[in-house]
Every structure is written in C-alpha cells, then in structure tokens.
C-alpha cells in the first residue's frame, strides 16, 4: 500500500520505518513511462521506493513554464501505486523552503554554466539546492535519476561527491517513444505538427552517433536539424561523460536543446568516437 504524505514529520517517520536502504525517486510529477522506468529500476534494487512530487520553483527562470507546468498528482499516485512505491512525498512549498526561497543556494560551478546553464541561467542552482535538500530530509542511500537530463546527472553526482554526501547515484538510460522521441512531462504541450517537428532531434542525435570521427558526428546532427524549420536550436554539442571537451577517441556524449513552438526540449545520446 503506497502511503501519501506531505510533511516534514511525515516523511522522518515514514524513512524511519524502512525495512533497509531508502531508494529515491524525484520527480516534478506529471509522470510518464520515463519516470516510472526509474520507479520500476529503483525497485529491482531495493524494497523501500520513496517517490517526491514537487514541482520546484527555484529552477524556473522568469521567463519559463512553472505556472503551466502539468500538476496530475491524483494520476501521479495511482502510477505510484501501481509500481509498488512506499512512500509518495509530495510536500507544498512552504515544506520544502520554509520561511520563504532560501538566501543560501547551491552553486553549480564551472560545468553548471555550460549547455543548460548558459541558456537558463540558475537552474542549476535551484535545481541542486532542492536535490541536496531532498537527499538529506529524505536520508536516501541510493537515488535515481534519468540520462535524457544528462548535465543534470553529471551535476547531481559531481555535487555528492564533492560534498560528500554518502548517497548511490544511479543514472537510468533515457526512455523514448516508439517514433524516437524521448519522454518528457513537456511533450504534451506539442502540437501534432510540432511533435512530428521534434522527431528531428533524436534523428540528428542517432545519425551523428553513427559517425566515428568528432567533426563528421557534428556535422551529421546539425545538417539533419537545419534541415527542419520548426526546430530552433538553442545549442549542439559534443562533450567527454564529464561535460568537457570532447576526447580524441573513447565515449562521449552528443547532447541538444531546441524550441519546438514555444515547448523546450533536450536531448543526448551516447557516441564512441575513434582517433583517424
């Protein structure tokens, strides 16, 4: 029976209760098949899954979707349920920042200014300031988290490790519709033209995986999204796993975000490059 709670003193007790290790699943709600991958991986590893539904405001910008962004927390729970979670935390804001947005934040550092952080300037901020948050009200000893947010990722365990927190990060390939497109809570904000649009960015991210050399990877991804005009690319970009500079040879990773309409979307796919 999944339990649905909302506070603080809730939660401590619920943690308290756990049979073994606690194994956290965050999310903004508004869950799809992505979301309930990592619910179902989370479970394979452990019997206790926390799942918190918080829709966190300190990771929008001005200009961005935090008052459309879906909140289906009653469809939410049933998902929950369905997949065997224990403990659902969806707290109000006044939970998680009480006394009103918090004067100390998280710093993201050199790689949180990049790709995303360049386009979106504190997100990663307020993104790792309520992820801290929550591992630690949470007592998580292993959280999971999805690749298709892979500079997310790349932070979220950069951020455990140089703090030291003690928590498992695990990374959950990227799920995707059958037509290629990665899930995402914002995909229904898509037109029917538009999402047919937004099938350019995982072709481009596919094709440009095929090639081997870096510049023949890029140029691949970035003919095929020219060739599609509803797509508006924000950046396009072939880094290391670690967010740097791409390597003469070995893994990396081939990432993208666009404006399709007015819907934002992000995308990456892992490329094995090979020195000529």
């Known amino acids: 029976m999944t339990e649905v709670i909302h506070t603080r003193a809730e939660l401590a007790a619920a943690v308290a209760a756990a049979p073994g290790e606690v194994a956290v699943v965050m999310t903004m709600g508004a869950?799809?098949?992505?979301?309930?991958?990592?619910i179902r991986t989370a479970r394979e590893r452990?019997?206790?899954?926390?799942?918190?539904i918080f829709v966190n405001p300190l990771q929008f910008g001005p200009n961005e979707d935090f008052a459309k962004y879906p909140r289906t927390l009653e469809a939410d729970v049933e998902a929950c349920r369905a997949e065997g979670v224990a403990v659902v935390f969806a707290p109000s804001r006044e939970e998680?920042?009480?006394?009103?947005?918090?004067?100390?934040?998280?710093?993201?550092?050199?790689i949180g200014e990049l790709l995303e952080g360049a386009s979106r300037p504190g997100h990663f901020?307020?993104?790792?300031?309520?992820?801290?948050?929550l591992l630690l009200l949470t007592r998580a000893d292993v959280a999971f988290f999805g690749?298709?947010?892979?500079?997310?990722?790349?932070?979220?365990?950069?951020?455990v490790h140089d703090l030291e927190l003690g928590v498992e990060i695990v990374g959950v390939p990227t799920v995707r519709e059958p037509d290629g497109l990665a899930m995402s809570s914002r995909n229904r904000f898509l037109s029917p033209d538009e999402r047919r649009a937004a099938l350019a960015l995982s072709r481009a991210l596919r094709l440009g995986a095929e090639q081997t050399d870096a510049e023949a990877v890029l140029a691949t991804a970035t003919k095929l999204l020219a060739e599609e005009p509803s797509v508006r690319v924000d950046y396009l970009a072939l880094t290391d796993l670690?967010?740097?500079?791409?390597?003469?040879?070995?893994p990396g990773r081939l990432l993208v975000a666009a404006k399709v309409g007015t819907t934002r979307l992000i995308d990456n796919v892992a490329v094995h490059l090979v020195r000529r």
Do not use: C, W
Request: glycine residues 12%; without cysteine; hydrophobic residues 45%.
């Open 147 to 159: 690749e298709k947010d892979f500079q997310q990722l790349a932070l979220i365990r950069r951020m």
């Open 31 to 38: 869950l799809h098949e992505g979301h309930r991958t990592l």
């Open 125 to 133: 901020a307020g993104m790792l300031t309520v992820v801290e948050k």
């Open 46 to 52: 452990s019997a206790f899954v926390l799942v918190t």
């Open 242 to 250: 670690h967010l740097g500079p791409a390597p003469a040879e070995g």
């Open 96 to 110: 998680i920042y009480p006394g009103g947005a918090p004067q100390i934040t998280m710093n993201a550092g050199s």
